[in-house]
C-alpha cells in the first residue's frame, strides 16, 4: 500500500528490507520454467536507458531507487527501453523494434507518408537493448500506461505484419517488423495501469487535430477502441492486465481522489473523471464504470482491451490468448513506477511475484 514517508524513514525500512526480506520477496526459481529477458516501455513523456535523465531519476523506481537492478539482483534480466514521450502507439513500436534488434528506426514507407515525417529515426545499430533475441529467446514485455498500447501493438505487428507496409515498400527495403510471422518472439506482455480502451482525461468528444500521429490522439476513447480492431490477441502469448485506483466512491455515486495515497498532480483529474459520464462523438456510452479510476486512467478502462477475451486472474487457471485482469492495484497513476514526490509505493515485492509467477508459467 502506498505511504506518506520521509527520507529517513525509507531508508531505514530499505534497509531493513535488504536484511530481512519477506518470503514473498524471494522468488522461487526452482520451479520457474523459464527466465526470458524483461524489457519495460515507460509511458507518456516518461524516459529509459537510453536517456540521460535514467541515471539520475530511473523511470521505474522514481525516487525509491532503480528497481530494474532490484530485480536485477534477484535474477531476472531486466532492460528499460527509451520511445517517443508523445508519439503514437504506432511510431514507438518503431522505435522499440529498433531497440531490440540493434537497428535504424524505420516508422515504415506508407505511414511515414502518410503522417508527413521522416521515414526513418535513430540508429542503435552497436546499442541493441538485448544480446539475442528469437523464437528460441523469447521476451516479456511490460508497459506502463501509454506503453500498453505500444507494447500491444508491437506484439500485433511481430504477429501479423501490416499490408500496407508491404504492398508500398520493396522487398529489398521492408523492415522485418512489418513481415509478420514472428509472435512466438514474445513469451508475455502485463499492462500496467494502461488506457487500453482511452481514457475521460481527454473528455468524450474525439478531436480531430492536424497531427493525429500523436500518443494524444490514440487516447481518446473512439480512436482507442478503433486501435483495438487492428490488435490481435495471439494464441501462444501470456496477457496481463495491472489496474490502479485511488479514487473513493461517495454517497452520490461519484468518484473523488483519496487523498492519502494520491499524488497532489492528479487530484484535480481524478475528481473531474469521477464525474464523466455520457456519450462519446462516435457514440460510445460511457456509464458509472467508467468513474473510478487512477487519477488519469479509467480503472476499468485498464482492465482489458475491448474486443479481447479476458479473465480474472486465477493461478490455478492461467492461459495464453486471454487477457488475465489482476486485482486492482490501489495507488495512483505513478504508484506502479514507485511514486514521485510526496507518495512512495514500494512495488519492489509486486513485481518480483508477478515476474515469478510468469517464470512458473
Known amino acids: 500500500m502506498a505511504k506518506i514517508i520521509s527520507l529517513p524513514l525509507a531508508i ?10 519477506s518470503k514473498a520477496e524471494i522468488p522461487d526459481k526452482d520451479m520457474w520454467n523459464t527466465n526470458y529477458p524483461y524489457v519495460f516501455v515507460h509511458g ?17 523506481g522514481m525516487f525509491g531507487g532503480n528497481l530494474l537492478e532490484k530485480l536485477e539482483s534477484k535474477g531476472y534480466s531486466c532492460y528499460g527501453a527509451s520511445v517517443s514521450g508523445t508519439a503514437s502507439a504506432w511510431d514507438r513500436a518503431c522505435e522499440l523494434y529498433a531497440q531490440l534488434t540493434g537497428t535504424v528506426v524505420d516508422y515504415g514507407k506508407s505511414h511515414s507518408e502518410r503522417c508527413g515525417h521522416e ?3 535513430k540508429d542503435f545499430s552497436g546499442k541493441a537493448l538485448i544480446e539475442k533475441w528469437d523464437s528460441e529467446n523469447k521476451i516479456n514485455l511490460l508497459g506502463h500506461s501509454f506503453g500498453g498500447a505500444t ?3 508491437f506484439a500485433t505487428l511481430m504477429a501479423q505484419g501490416d499490408e500496407a507496409e508491404i504492398s508500398s515498400t520493396p522487398e529489398n527495403e521492408l523492415s522485418p517488423l512489418f513481415t509478420g510471422g514472428k509472435s512466438d518472439w514474445i513469451y508475455s506482455l502485463t499492462a500496467l495501469a494502461a488506457p487500453h480502451n482511452g481514457t475521460t482525461s481527454y473528455g468524450l468528444e474525439s478531436s480531430m487535430p492536424d497531427n493525429t500521429d500523436t500518443a494524444a490522439y490514440d487516447m481518446f476513447i473512439d480512436n482507442a477502441l478503433a486501435l483495438n480492431k487492428t490488435m490481435v490477441t495471439d494464441e501462444n ?6 489496474p490502479c485506483s485511488a479514487t473513493n466512491r461517495n454517497e452520490n455515486g461519484v468518484y473523488t481522489a483519496d487523498k492519502g495515497i494520491m499524488e ?16 462519446t462523438t462516435g457514440g460510445y456510452t460511457v456509464d458509472e464504470s467508467w468513474l473510478e479510476n487512477d487519477g488519469l486512467v479509467n480503472t476499468v ?16 487457471n492461467v492461459s495464453p490468448g486471454i487477457w488475465n485482469v489482476m486485482p486492482v492495484y490501489r495507488g495512483d497513476h505513478m504508484s506502479l513506477q514507485g511514486g514521485l514526490f510526496m507518495v ?18
Open 301 to 316: 478502462s485498464a482492465k482489458a482491451p475491448s474486443d479481447a477475451p479476458s479473465q480474472d486472474f486465477d493461478k490455478d
Open 12 to 21: 531505514i525500512m530499505s534497509i531493513f528490507s535488504f536484511l530481512f526480506p
Open 344 to 361: 512512495n509505493t514500494d512495488v519492489e515485492r509486486l513485481y518480483t511475484e508477478h515476474l515469478n509467477m510468469i517464470n512458473q508459467l
Open 237 to 242: 502469448t501470456y496477457y496481463f492486465s495491472i
Open 44 to 60: 507518456l513523456m516518461g524516459w529509459g536507458e537510453y536517456d540521460a535523465q535514467y541515471k539520475l531519476m530511473p523511470y521505474w
Open 264 to 279: 497532489i498532480i492528479f487530484r484535480s483529474s481524478a475528481d473531474e473523471i469521477g464525474i464523466i459520464t455520457g456519450t
Open 151 to 153: 507494447i500491444r501493438l
Open 119 to 121: 521515414r526513418y529515426g
